[in-house]
């Protein structure tokens, strides 16, 4: 939609997503499809719809939802049966479900619009030395967009944040967002470029090549972010590779992220199918081994966060 973007979610009093009290806004579209994503719901650049079967009521509701749905998507049984991928996401459904099991994914805003919705939240974010931050989906995905909003945040003095991927045109970055960022959040997640194909849908080069030019090009803080999935990406090999790399462009601290595997609630209410299994938080063991691959790599000093 000309002039406005697709966000999924607006989080305020957010206290991970950079310093301070922070409000963090995820925008739909992601270039990548890990395995693993913490937000699937942000991967598809386009509207779409959640069903949580778990607070279904039918048949007792009597299925308004599907009589007023004229695509076809919703199919009568108990629960209902949600096609997904057939919404046209007319919103005829959302008002009528009493259980609100229906819900949109997605809503266009203008800059003008977010900035009045990050903005009520100002006064904290003055005395805390927090601001907004920008999540995803990738946000660079918007591009021109995030440059508009992030320059009337600065407008606005409000300290910004972003969390990108690094799949993105340095020349687009370059010009729209990095001038009206404080901080970047920048994901590193495999050093082997046929495993971030395999695993992520996309080769790591690009963003490699990012990082490298930000570290070296330019004065706003880059910070790294690992996220530690079992096998994946928490391996000695991958870990050991991430660090070296860090270390070669002067890096001395970077986050580690330990897999939450909450994902996957949200994954069944979006119809979609999970190619990763590991439905279990990382054990303290498991934690402090990747830990200690980054010590013993290198005098890096991972910190771990938690999401
Ligand atoms: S929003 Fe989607 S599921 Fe709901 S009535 Fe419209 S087409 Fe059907
Ligand atoms: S989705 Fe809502 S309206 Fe449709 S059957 Fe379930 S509870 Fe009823």
Redesign the pocket.
């Known amino acids: 939609m000309r002039g406005k973007a697709l966000i999924f979610d607006v989080k305020r009093d957010c206290s991970e997503d950079g310093p301070g009290i922070r409000t963090t806004v995820f925008f739909k579209g992601c270039p990548m499809s890990c395995v693993w994503c913490q937000n699937p719901e942000g991967i598809n650049p386009k509207p779409g719809l959640s069903?949580n079967e778990e607070?279904?009521?039918?048949p007792d509701?009597?299925?308004?939802?599907?009589s007023v749905c004229q695509a076809k998507c919703?199919m009568n049984a108990s629960?209902?049966q949600a096609i997904n991928t057939s919404c046209t996401r007319c919103e005829r459904?959302f008002p009528?479900?009493?259980?609100k099991?229906?819900e949109p994914v997605g809503r266009w805003v203008t800059v003008e619009e977010l900035l009045y919705e990050v903005c009520i939240d100002k006064p904290f974010y003055t005395s805390s030395g927090g601001g907004v931050t920008l999540s995803g989906g990738e946000p660079t995905f918007q591009m021109e967009f995030i440059g508009r909003f992030l320059q009337a945040l600065k407008k606005e003095g409000i300290h910004t944040a972003i969390e990108t991927c690094g799949f993105f045109s340095y020349r687009h970055f370059q010009e729209q967002a990095l001038p009206f960022l404080d901080i970047i959040y920048f994901d590193l997640k495999l050093v082997d470029d046929a495993s971030s194909l395999n695993y992520t849908g996309r080769s790591n080069r690009c963003i490699l090549e990012n990082f490298s030019r930000l570290s070296g090009e330019s004065n706003v803080p880059i910070v790294p972010r690992i996220p530690l999935i079992p096998e994946i990406t928490a391996t000695k090999e991958n870990l050991t590779g991430i660090a070296r790399f860090l270390k070669k462009h002067n890096i001395s601290s970077c986050s580690l992220m330990p897999y939450n595997p909450l994902w996957k609630d949200k994954l069944k209410r979006l119809g979609l199918t999970a190619h990763y299994n590991r439905s279990a938080f990382m054990t303290k063991t498991e934690e402090r081994n990747c830990i200690d691959y980054f010590l013993s790599a290198l005098a890096i000093q991972p910190l771990t966060v938690y999401q």
């Open positions: 069903f607070v279904c009521t039918s509701c009597g299925n308004p939802c599907i919703l629960p209902i459904c009528v479900c009493p259980a099991a229906l």
